[in-house]
C-alpha cells in the first residue's frame, strides 16, 4: 500500500478565513512534506518534517503554519491567505531521511487539495 | 543554471508506440538520485520509477525504463507500447545528498497519446 490521502480535495477560502489541509500516510513513513504547484509548473517544496520535527522550511510565509501531530499525520494550517496562494498544495512521503537505502528515497505523493483564495 | 532540464514541452505518440522522454541534470554531488513522476490532469503525481548514481543497471519498472547515461548526465524516460492512458504531464526529478532532502523537478513534458 503507498497510499497518502489529503483532504480536503477542493477548498475555496477568503482572505480573513482560517482553513487547515490534512494529509495521512500509514506506510510506516517518517518523513513528510509539503509541496504547493501552480498551474502548468512544476511542485516546489514548503515543509519536510522529519520524526515529527521540522527539519527545512524554504522560507515560506508564517501566514503557512506545518504540523506533524504524530508519524501519520501532517497538517498545513492556513491564515489570511492571498490570492496568489492559490494553487495545488501536495503532500508527500518517504521512508526515512536517516535511512540511506534505495527504498528512502522513494517519495509518494498525495492526490492534493486545489485551493483557492478569494 | 537550471538543475534538472527537459527540453521537450509536448510530445505527441501514437498507441502502442515506445516514446522517450528527455531529461538532463546537472549537479556536482556524487551521491544522488533522478525520479520520474506522472501527473494526470487530476493532479496526484505519480512515481514511476528510481535511479540511484551508484546503481550499475539502468532502472526498469514494467513498461518504464530509465536510460541512465552518467557521463552525459542525462535520465531519459522510455515508455513502451503507450497507452491512451499514459497522456498525462511527466516530471523528471533529482534528489542531491542524503535521503529525505527536497526533490528538485523539471519543467516537466506533457505526452498525449493517440488511437
Known amino acids: 500500500d503507498t497510499e497518502v490521502t489529503q483532504t480536503p480535495k477542493h477548498l475555496v477560502m477568503g482572505m480573513t478565513n482560517k482553513k487547515s489541509l490534512k494529509c495521512e500516510q500509514h506506510m510506516g513513513h517518517r518523513a513528510m512534506y509539503w509541496y504547493k504547484q501552480k498551474a502548468k509548473k512544476p511542485p516546489e517544496l514548503m515543509f519536510v518534517?522529519?520524526?515529527?520535527?521540522?527539519?527545512i522550511n524554504e522560507s515560506v510565509p508564517s501566514r503557512f503554519s506545518p504540523e506533524c501531530p504524530n508519524s501519520s499525520l501532517l497538517n498545513l494550517h492556513l491564515h489570511a491567505l492571498q490570492p496568489e496562494d492559490s494553487a495545488l498544495y501536495l503532500c508527500?512521503?518517504?521512508?526515512?531521511?536517516?535511512?540511506?537505502?534505495?527504498?528512502?528515497?522513494?517519495?509518494?505523493f498525495g492526490p492534493g487539495t486545489r485551493l483557492t483564495v478569494t | 543554471a537550471q538543475k534538472i532540464t527537459q527540453t521537450q514541452p509536448g510530445m505527441f505518440v501514437q498507441e502502442k508506440e515506445a516514446v522517450t522522454l528527455d531529461c538532463t541534470y546537472d549537479t556536482s554531488d556524487p551521491s544522488y538520485g533522478l525520479f520520474w513522476y506522472k501527473q494526470p490532469s487530476s493532479g496526484e503525481m505519480i512515481f514511476l520509477i528510481y535511479q540511484g548514481s551508484y546503481d550499475q543497471q539502468n532502472a526498469t519498472e514494467g513498461r518504464y525504463s530509465l536510460n541512465f547515461q552518467k557521463a552525459r548526465k542525462s535520465a531519459n524516460l522510455v515508455i513502451s507500447a503507450s497507452q491512451l492512458g499514459d497522456s498525462a504531464m511527466y516530471f523528471c526529478?533529482?534528489?542531491?545528498?542524503?535521503?529525505?532532502?527536497?526533490?528538485?523537478f523539471g519543467k516537466g513534458t506533457t505526452l498525449s497519446v493517440s488511437s
Open positions: 508527500a512521503s518517504s521512508q526515512s531521511l536517516a535511512l540511506e537505502t534505495r527504498k528512502a528515497y522513494e517519495q509518494y
Open positions: 518534517y522529519s520524526y515529527e520535527k521540522l527539519s
Open positions: 526529478a533529482m534528489r542531491e545528498g542524503q535521503a529525505g532532502t527536497a526533490l528538485i
